[in-house]
């Protein structure tokens, strides 16, 4: 069992959690042409080792957090709260990370 | 070209296409006196393919040794006359997953670039035996998709229809014939997820995955292709925004054109030559039962329930699933696998209730945003991927083997593999995909 330590509840079983994806820059769609958007919407880091990701914990508070974790040993560092959930985030864009639930697998 | 390898009788020895190498080397052919004269003699059989010192230089480099890369190498060597070709992995043949898939062969795809993809697949497999002299043990007991809902039914008659408009054979049938065809499945409405309908493919079925990696192994080694086990990558060369060979930890090899030929490891291989991929990569989880007498024939597959089950020739089932909820490159197999996949088993057979597992793993997955491969040439000059195969990348081993060997001996991109080039993600060009490709297997 891995378990996720959500901010606001503690530690729980990753099955109560989904799995929303990379955080990453989302360009200004005003400024941004079509090929650098869809790059942002599909490229992926995916890498073998620690990543900085959205979570959300669907079947508990049902909040966005954002945890570092190992993909290689699943094991979890840090987490926090979404930049834009932060007192002090005066930036204005979404949680990060990507479409949710487009990955083909149980939906959690 | 040569004449593919067909054979004349299974007995028959006496001329054989998969002729002498560079090597002058002519390989062991098998043949049923052969098996017999074995029996009675108890000697060896000889190796199937051999071990080469790493020359510096090659003018084709495959990085991975699994049924995509040995088969690229296979058909360059046999349909172009390329046999200066190495084939690298990081572990032995068939570590990866041409080991860890289901072994379950289809075509019965709902757009109609990946039917015809496909078909073209399940066609070299029907042919694989006798084209290697390996015997690959292709059953093609028939495959079965099942609908448990008005939408899944409407996908499946859409796929039927496509399918048969490109000559596959599909057809979608009802809960009567599907308990012909399955005795043990229960069909009652009484159930929570009632069955309604199934899309049935009969030239579906399941092969000896480990068989066909060996037998394009031997194949590619009989035409003088280096096979280089316990070879990992560690870098590419790029200079002028071309590929000018691969570093690995036995030693660097200088090389015109390398082919990325991994799955799981196919986001770090690219990264080492510069091209960033729209790939995340998801661990497959699969399991195995004690083996039992022969009671189920076609391959079952339900999307609803996330769950496929075939039976082996050596009597054990065989379940998948969907990928894990979440990315990671770690094959640990996981309880919430278990437990999910044994309710979603007893919900379509109840009277499993008392089989036994033997055994659970689990298997990378690098799955693209459209559930279609990767295929083609990148930005870098002779830097090639067969990628990007989610979960559906052993049954189209052959095809992608022929056509990525035509686009590295012609220069030009198959017709069949067009529409998976790595610029459609730039163009917008996605092929939807995801209604055949998610958990059908």
């Known amino acids: 069992m891995i378990l996720l330590p959500c901010p606001y509840c503690g530690p729980r079983n990753v099955s109560e959690f989904r799995y929303v994806g990379e955080v990453s820059e989302r360009p200004d769609p005003n400024k941004t042409g079509v090929e650098e958007w869809r790059a942002s919407l599909y490229a992926r880091d995916n890498p073998a080792g ?22 290689v040993t699943n094991e979890v560092r840090a987490m926090r709260l ?27 | 070209m040569r004449k593919p390898g067909a054979i004349e009788s299974i007995f028959g020895a006496a001329t054989s296409s998969i ?22 003699s108890q000697a060896d059989w000889p190796r199937a393919w051999r071990e080469h010192e790493l020359n510096s230089s090659y003018d084709v480099v495959i990085v991975g040794g699994g049924v995509h890369g040995l088969a690229a190498a296979y058909y360059l060597a046999r349909n172009h006359s390329i046999t200066n070709v190495a084939v690298l992995d990081k572990g032995y043949v068939g570590s990866g997953g041409s080991g860890r898939n289901t072994a379950i062969i289809r075509s019965n ?18 042919t694989l035996s006798a084209d290697l002299n390996f015997n ?17 039914l409407r996908t499946m008659r859409w796929r039927a229809e496509v399918n048969k408009l490109e000559g596959v054979d599909s057809e979608v049938i009802g809960p009567g014939e599907i308990k012909k065809l399955v005795p043990f499945m229960d ?22 995955h480990d068989a066909v990696v060996w037998g394009y192994a031997r194949g590619a080694d009989a035409h003088g292709v280096h096979i280089h086990q316990n070879t990992e990558v560690t870098g590419i060369e790029v ?41 995340s990569t998801f661990p497959l989880q699969a399991a195995v039962t004690e083996p039992v007498r022969p009671f189920l024939d076609p391959v079952i597959v339900s999307g609803t329930l996330h769950v496929y089950v075939s039976q082996t020739d050596r009597g054990e089932l065989v379940f998948g699933a969907s990928v894990d909820p979440f990315t990671s490159y770690s094959m640990r197999g996981s309880l919430e696998f278990t437990e999910g996949l044994a309710g979603h088993v007893l919900e379509l057979m109840p009277s499993l209730a008392k089989m036994r597992l033997l055994r659970q793993w689990a298997g990378l997955c690098d799955m693209t945003p459209d559930f279609s491969p990767i295929m083609g040439t990148t930005s870098v000059t002779g830097f090639l991927l067969d990628v990007g195969w989610g979960t559906y990348g052993f049954k189209a081993g052959p095809v992608s083997g022929e056509t990525m ?3 590295v001996a012609t220069g030009r991109t198959p017709k069949l593999i067009a529409p998976f080039g790595l610029g459609r993600f730039e163009s917008g060009d996605l092929l939807g995909e995801k209604g055949a490709a998610a958990v059908g297997h």
């Open chain 1, 82 to 108: 979404p930049e834009a959930q932060l007192p002090q985030g005066q930036e204005d864009r979404a949680t990060g990370g990507n479409v949710a639930g487009d990955s083909g697998g149980a939906s959690y």
């Open chain 1, 50 to 71: 620690w990543t900085t990701e959205t979570w959300f914990h669907s079947a508990g508070c049902r909040q966005h957090f954002v945890a570092e974790r190992h993909t």
């Open chain 2, 136 to 152: 690959a043990m292709f059953a093609q007991r028939g495959h079965l998709t099942l609908a448990h809902n008005d939408s899944s």
């Open chain 2, 405 to 407: 060997a035509e686009l």
């Open chain 2, 19 to 40: 002729g002498y190498g560079r090597n002058g080397h002519k390989p062991y052919r098998y043949s049923a006196f052969d098996l017999l004269r074995h029996g009675f």
């Open chain 2, 187 to 208: 069909t009652s409405e009484d159930v929570r997820y009632p069955i309604l309908g199934a899309l049935y493919h009969p030239p579906g079925g399941i092969i000896r």
């Open chain 2, 239 to 279: 200079d002028g925004g071309k590929v000018r060979g691969v570093r690995t930890k036995k030693g660097d090899i200088a090389a015109g054109v390398v082919l990325n030929c991994t799955a799981g490891w196919s986001t770090l291989i690219s990264e080492m030559a510069g091209v960033k991929m729209p790939v």
């Open chain 2, 109 to 126: 795809y709902l757009t109609p670039e990946g039917i015809r993809f496909y078909n073209r697949s399940v066609k070299l497999y029907e």
